[in-house]
């Protein structure tokens, strides 16, 4: 985290006195923060992310921030999780179903192009329509597989992304945040505390909290295989049996054959053995 610089606060003069609790000390005037605090709230996070993905919920990573949209993006996808990278569209939560309007109108623009009827729209037309599907497609090309209100927020910089921050709470949304010394903590769940102007911290945290729903998502699909076995042992009882035999199967021809083997060799031995005798016995008699 050093190395990365999470500890690096703001500017002192621009500190917000509610993060006073997560500030260690000050140096040439910016503030330094307390890691030790940084590691308890991000082990907090972790876990409660943890849980939400172990029981399939999805969890909103919101950073429109140039030096951190491009990183949280990524990150989310390897998880199989909706960002918003672009821009926070107003309503986007208190206003879902107008949002799932206009991903709905890119599914529509898709179908055009594969059925053919874009193909005999006026060239004029096309070009209206091609720009359309490239704005929507910008702003809400990310959450097009969100078919329902997110389960938690995780945000980057709560001061640029307030309007996410308070739709959150009047739904009652959790809110994961990154919190720098210059914003306010109280409308936060679960405060991370740390530099959330530098690539390299934005970097870090996301690589623990992926990390924590990456294992979520493992754990929860051994729980779903396990499940599968345990129904299918119930519909049919002898499945489990029928497997024990078929996999015992090679192992019972092979004993078969030595067994066959070792009759057939048995009597070419005893043969000469047989026979020797009867040689002897005929010489005595005469």
């Excluded at 004029?124 to 929507?136: G, N």
């Excluded at 083997?261 to 005929?282: L, M, T, Y």
Aim: glycine letters at 4%.
């Amino acid at each position: 985290m050093l190395d990365a610089g999470v500890h690096f606060g703001h500017l002192a003069r621009k500190w917000n006195p509610r993060m006073a609790p997560y500030i260690f000390d000050q140096k040439n005037g910016i503030h330094i923060i307390d890691l030790h605090k940084t590691v308890v709230k991000i082990d907090e996070a972790a876990e409660a992310m943890k849980e939400l993905a172990r029981s399939g919920r999805k969890i909103l990573f919101v950073a429109t921030k140039k030096q951190a949209k491009e990183i949280v993006a990524e990150k989310a996808a390897s998880v199989n999780m909706p960002s918003v990278t672009e821009r926070w569209a107003g309503g986007m939560l208190t206003n879902f179903p107008t949002i799932r309007k206009a991903v709905k109108k890119m599914g529509t623009i898709d179908k055009m192009k594969e059925d053919g009827t874009f193909e005999k729209l006026a060239k004029r037309e096309r070009l209206q329509v091609d720009r359309q599907r490239a704005k929507l497609e910008k702003n809400l090309g990310s959450i097009r597989d969100m078919s329902r209100l997110p389960s938690a927020l995780f945000i980057v910089d709560i001061q640029k992304e307030a309007n996410a921050v308070k739709e959150a709470n009047r739904l009652n949304i959790p809110v994961f945040a990154m919190v720098d010394t210059c914003c306010d903590p109280t409308p936060v769940d679960y405060v991370i505390p740390a530099n959330d102007d530098a690539a390299k911290s934005v970097e870090c945290i996301m690589n623990i909290l992926c990390a924590a729903i990456q294992e979520g998502l493992e754990e929860r699909k051994l729980e779903k295989d396990k499940e599968a076995a345990a129904e299918e042992e119930v519909v049919n009882p002898s499945a489990k049996k029928i497997r024990a035999r078929k996999s015992a199967k090679p192992v019972d021809v092979a004993a078969e054959a030595a067994e066959a083997e070792a009759a057939e060799a048995a009597p070419a031995a005893e043969a000469p053995v047989e026979e020797a005798p009867a040689a002897e016995e005929a010489p005595a008699a005469e």
